[in-house]
């Protein structure tokens, strides 16, 4: 029989979305967030949750875990060009959690979801024996401003914001005992580009959006998935993080391996024509992030890498809840 | 330290609702649902998380799981009046899982949500160590039809739908091993009040609702705090159900008690003047199901329950999470 460790998450949300019934929904699974129609809006909607064996490590502050769980969602939000409207939160904690450890925790919840422009505006406290959160975000979008995950085409471009390898900079600083607390700040509080997801949705240049949480390589296989094309990446173009460049050499960690297959980078991964791209990152410029062209979309429908004059096949090594082997 | 198993979760909850920030919500923390100003309509949304310490018995089948998650979320949606739009639903499970348990318990959710007019869009899906379920649902109301917890007033007459005791009466079932069907589903199927919630909003009498769920004493102590109020409940006025009915008599089983005392109905309690009652009674009755009369709303803020001439103060022994002692 086979077990949810040899499926993967990703197998086992498409499992899940060949049973479930159509509702009344305008985007349902597979995108960052499901939408409805409210007159000239969409509502979305998304959540995630964060267990103690996949998220927290044992050095990750209460606050920390907090602000992390409102973070991962309203980046979906802003994957989707949305302002978010809300967030219930969602504890599942042992039964001997001090008073002063929930205190943080919602305080690092209040305040990733105050700076980002929104609230905790309920949610549920349960007993669980490990630590178990689930966040859910809602925000709206006019509905020609919805980045959808779907649209990418042959001749486009392909951009991220920010830089790469924050969390993976930040994991390795972890592992290695390196208290550096702005690397690590780039896995434990991650930050959702909620303002440049509203500035490129106002754009409507945009024909594909997604966040990148699972990892370059992951993302864009599920992008071309959907899209049915393909795409190119020029490799000396991804924009890496100063924090892993920092570990440049250390024998341990390959730059951009870790750039382009770890998880945890909440920025967002945008195709576009490639006449709007100028006006796109002077756009997001004035809010001071950097978008990066990476590549282009092409026809034929594989993941290529070119490092000069080295044309390869791109891995996908995106880390994977329930597979039996995680990335490194 | 204060830890979570001393202050319960009502307390925590409380706790929680002092430390965040107040945002555009028109109804925060507190009441079933958070709502959100849509025109002239409330967006509706709330969380319920199913652990498997709490509320999932070991003879519990996955479909019945994928039930009872989504089942105790429309019920929130119902006890504002509010018609069902989706649900979303996170799903920490295993590694080990098998594929067939992911499938009956996907199948049972959907099936509820199919049954209640709404779908399944979206979730997530992690590996965690125990099984932990937490299920959002997302609804709408008319501004004007919307029934909060709060605006019971003395001399409005309180109700309920249905009757109690379904959920106490399957417990005693599992723990004795009987095998009766009908028993068992009043713990583990739990019916939404969907159209009889809409029903209720659109008469526009209500003057405060909630669900039942954490029992009929603990819900009158939250709607008395919130109302500043009091409640007399006739104790012989309250509906027993069939299933706990035929328990009585047994030695460790106390039908009143149970009645009043154990969580687990996902009935609705509403407040309303007495003179509209007959008439909310009759559209219930359209829909195939009763609305009983237990009591009123008192000026003097206590808690009282009358048996003939006997008047006593009701306990508050609503099932509570995190609390040292359970019920049994």
């Known amino acids: 029989m086979n077990k949810l460790s040899d499926l993967g998450e990703r197998k086992a949300i498409e499992f899940i979305s060949k049973i479930v019934s159509k509702?009344?929904?305008?985007?349902?699974?597979?995108?960052?967030?499901?939408?409805?129609?409210?007159?000239?809006k969409y509502l979305l909607v998304t959540t995630d949750m964060i267990s103690e064996k996949t998220h927290i490590p044992k050095t990750m502050k209460p606050w920390q875990i907090g602000w992390f769980t409102v973070a991962v969602n309203l980046s979906d939000i802003s994957a989707k060009g949305g302002k978010p409207l809300g967030i219930l939160l969602t504890l599942g904690l042992p039964k001997d959690t001090s008073e002063s450890f929930l205190k943080e925790?919602?305080?690092?919840?209040?305040?990733?979801?105050?700076?980002?422009?929104?609230?905790?505006?309920?949610?549920?406290?349960?007993?669980?024996?490990?630590?178990?959160?689930?966040?859910?975000?809602f925000g709206t979008v006019q509905k020609d401003e919805f980045m959808s995950r779907k649209g990418a085409k042959p001749g486009d471009i392909i951009a991220v914001t920010g830089s790469l390898g924050k969390a993976a900079a930040g994991y390795?600083?972890?592992?290695?005992?390196?208290?550096?607390?702005?690397?690590?700040?780039?896995?434990?509080?991650?930050?959702?580009?909620i303002s440049e997801g509203v500035a490129l949705a106002k754009t409507e240049v945009v024909t594909s959006s997604m966040d990148i949480s699972d990892g370059l390589s992951s993302s864009l296989y599920q992008l071309q998935e959907l899209n049915k094309v393909g795409f190119q990446i020029d490799k000396r173009k991804i924009p890496l993080s100063k924090a892993l460049l920092k570990f440049q050499g250390k024998k341990d960690i390959n730059i951009y391996e870790h750039a382009i297959h770890f998880g945890g980078?909440?920025?967002?991964?945008?195709?576009?024509?490639?006449?709007?791209?100028?006006?796109?990152?002077?756009?997001?410029?004035?809010?001071?992030?950097?978008?990066?062209?990476?590549?282009?979309?092409?026809?034929?429908?594989?993941i290529s890498i070119v490092d000069g004059k080295t044309k390869q096949i791109l891995k996908n090594k995106g880390y994977e809840h329930f597979r039996k082997h995680a990335l490194f």
């Open 23 to 40: 509702g009344k929904v305008a985007v349902g699974i597979g995108d960052d967030c499901a939408a409805f129609e409210f007159g000239n």
């Open 105 to 137: 925790l919602v305080k690092g919840a209040d305040k990733c979801a105050t700076q980002f422009g929104t609230a905790i505006v309920g949610g549920d406290t349960k007993e669980t024996s490990e630590i178990m959160l689930s966040g859910t975000a």
């Open 172 to 193: 390795y600083a972890l592992e290695h005992n390196i208290k550096n607390k702005e690397t690590l700040k780039g896995i434990l509080e991650p930050v959702p580009r």
């Open 265 to 302: 980078d909440y920025e967002l991964l945008v195709t576009l024509p490639s006449g709007e791209f100028n006006n796109a990152q002077k756009i997001l410029m004035k809010l001071g992030t950097t978008l990066t062209t990476i590549g282009r979309v092409t026809k034929e429908k594989k």
